[in-house]
């Protein structure tokens, strides 16, 4: 279905509210790469994930649109591009981002048109001038992306497009890193002209879970998983892109799949299964996941040899968290 709207995906950008739970063992489901699933507070039944009539991002392929903000080191674009070409490619050994996608390609609207599981890297574009400043409020990044579709370089994609606003370090923006990690929304005509869906963020420390711990983990006697590909901070973002760009395609409107009774503060896919990377996951441990020999932490296959440390999303049929696991 054409969606006309822009998403708000704000990296990075999670609500810690689940890492609280306790969740407890459900066991594995019919597709062996799922590994174990989860089911919060004892039972999938005190999940309240229903169906609100909206949209799902079922036109195939979607394709993304990455704005890089300030000045990024090439370095760190090359696992977040990498990983967004991951989502569709076939080539990557099992575990992989594919199957990983599969969980929010169930998720289906009104039509019984699903979640497209086709997912391009559409075009890039950078504002290394930071032109807007270091400090952005929400509305600031809807500027920025359209200034830069004003200026031709990125298209105006209202049937099927999708936009990341991908902050480099120096760059804040309103709420990071204190009460949320990212967001997603859907952006105003009168500013933009469009709507059309879009996210931004970076933040090391919480916004980096597992990779890095807020205090009070670390003074419990936790410690931090090592990245996959050797950055905190940028392996962080991919998590957290990951779980925004599964909430998007499956609640870009704030009127499609969500838990709760508020749609302003939406309890979405990726959100009930906060801190969920592994078996065994929840309370504040990410679970059994597969370690290299470099004592590295991953759960993914990506493209060209990468590997990828991502939450488990929320299953619509296992009504649990499900996930590939390459530990198991």
């Known amino acids: 279905m054409a969606l006309a709207a822009a998403v708000l995906l704000l990296l990075p950008g999670i609500l810690f509210t689940a890492m609280a739970a306790t969740p407890y063992p459900h066991g594995r489901g019919g597709d062996p790469l799922l ?54 490619d076939p080539s990557p050994p099992r575990p992989s981002v594919a199957d990983w996608w599969a969980t929010a390609a169930l998720y289906a609207d009104q039509t019984l048109a699903n979640v497209t599981r086709r997912v391009a ?27 830069t579709v004003a200026a031709g370089h990125l ?25 949320v990690c990212g967001f997603h929304y859907f952006t105003f005509p ?12 970076r933040c090391a420390d919480v916004c980096a879970y597992p990779f890095a711990l807020p205090s009070y983990m670390s003074r419990s006697g ?18 957290v892109i990951a779980h925004e760009l599964a909430e998007l395609a499956t609640n870009p409107l704030i009127n499609a799949w969500y838990a709760g009774e508020d749609p302003t503060a939406p309890t979405e896919i990726a959100d009930l299964c906060e801190g969920v990377y592994g078996t065994g996951g929840g309370g504040g441990y990410a679970g059994k ?28 049929e296992a009504k649990a968290c499900v996930g590939p696991n390459a530990s198991d």
């Not at 936009?163 to 204190?178: E, I, S």
């Not at 936790?222 to 998590?239: E, I, K, Y």
């Not at 597969?290 to 493209?303: I, L």
């Open 222 to 239: 936790m410690a931090a998983l090592r990245p996959p590909n050797g950055d905190a901070g940028v392996d962080g973002m991919v998590s």
């Open 35 to 88: 590994g174990a699933s989860k089911k919060y507070e004892g039972s999938s039944d005190l999940v309240d994930l229903r169906y609100h009539m909206g949209p799902v991002l079922s036109a195939a392929p979607l394709r993304l649109y990455v704005l890089w903000y300030g000045r990024w080191d090439p370095a760190h674009q090359a696992p977040v591009r990498d990983f967004l070409l991951s989502i569709s």
């Open 190 to 201: 009168s500013l933009v002209g469009h709507t059309l869906p879009y996210a931004g963020g």
């Open 155 to 179: 298209p105006a994609d209202t049937r099927g497009g999708a936009y990341l606003v991908l902050t480099a370090p120096g760059v804040g923006v309103q709420d990071f890193c204190r009460a």
């Open 289 to 316: 996941v597969a370690v290299d020999k470099q004592g590295r932490s991953w759960n993914v296959n990506g493209r060209k040899g990468r590997k990828f440390l991502v939450q488990w999303l929320w299953s619509p």
């Open 121 to 147: 890297l559409a075009g890039e574009a950078a504002d290394e001038s930071a032109s807007l400043g270091r400090s952005l409020s929400r509305l600031d990044i809807q500027r920025v992306l359209a200034s």
